[in-house]
């Protein structure tokens, strides 16, 4: 049965890595073509930045409905860390590939059929700057998934809002930077596509500064916040020493 499950976590992954890379084009799409809006119009960034909302929504959803599927290495990579060393082996031995092959087959299908798309999230910046912006952006929104994570009061709705308009609020931080993206597997799929994904710009900034950022996050949230087992234990044994008293 873990067998089985593993594979359906691995299926998910994939078609969400492939959908996540076709959402984000296809809002674009639908804002500026579609609808007319310039790049720099006020009413279609807003419309656009409501729609991406939605989409996050969807793919909460989607989560949720395939028992922890993903399309970015991460949200499973920050959650791995923090269990047994065999989810961390299948984490990155096998999720986080999978991950990576979505995106690629899912930017690869984008620019067939849309030919004039562009290239993906560039760097504008140099690679110092570059590798400390996607570093921070990752840093607080692993922190914040990481407190979103424990059983707070919140209902599943309530716990996306914060999560999406979190991460919206950084994409748009960084946006002019390194693209704001803090999801190496996307960024993979249009530096493969362009032939760019083993340049040195490509792996500090969005492999190497993500993924420190990462550790660096669950281990400051371990640091900050007491592990709910150890506050369990604590408890119980408070209880038990009243008993004994």
């Known amino acids: 049965m873990a067998a089985v499950g593993g594979r359906l976590l691995l299926v998910s992954d994939f078609f969400m890595s492939f959908m996540w890379v076709w959402s984000s084009v296809l809002i674009k799409i639908f804002v500026y073509k579609i609808l007319g809006y310039g790049t720099h ?9 409501g729609i991406s909302l939605v989409n996050m929504f969807f793919f909460a959803y989607l989560a949720k409905a395939t028992k922890g599927g993903a399309y970015n290495p991460l949200t499973i990579l920050s959650s791995a860390i923090s269990g047994d060393f065999s989810n961390f082996l299948f984490t990155v031995g096998a999720r986080i590939p999978i991950q990576v092959l979505g995106s690629i087959y899912g930017v690869r299908f984008i620019l067939a059929a849309f030919p004039e798309i ?9 690679i110092a700057r570059g590798a400390l912006t996607e570093g921070l952006l990752t840093f607080g929104i692993v922190i914040i998934s990481q407190g979103l994570s424990r059983k707070i009061p919140g209902s599943f709705f309530m716990k996306t809002w914060i999560s999406s308009v979190s991460k919206l609020t950084l994409h748009i931080l960084g946006s002019d930077l390194t693209g704001g993206c803090m999801n190496p597997a996307s960024v993979m799929g249009w530096a493969f596509a362009h ?11 969005y492999w190497l500064a993500p993924m420190e950022a ?9 640091l900050i916040v007491r592990p709910k087992k150890d506050e369990t234990l604590k408890a119980k044994s408070v209880k038990s020493d009243c008993k004994n008293s």
Do not use: C, M, Q
Request: hydrophobic share 40%.
């Open 214 to 222: 990462t550790l660096a996050a669950v281990w400051a949230f371990r």
């Open 118 to 126: 562009g290239r993906g999230p560039r760097l504008n910046v140099d």
């Open 195 to 205: 032939g760019e994904h083993i340049s040195k710009e490509h792996l500090i900034v």
């Open 41 to 49: 119009d006020l009413k279609g960034e807003i419309l656009r930045y």
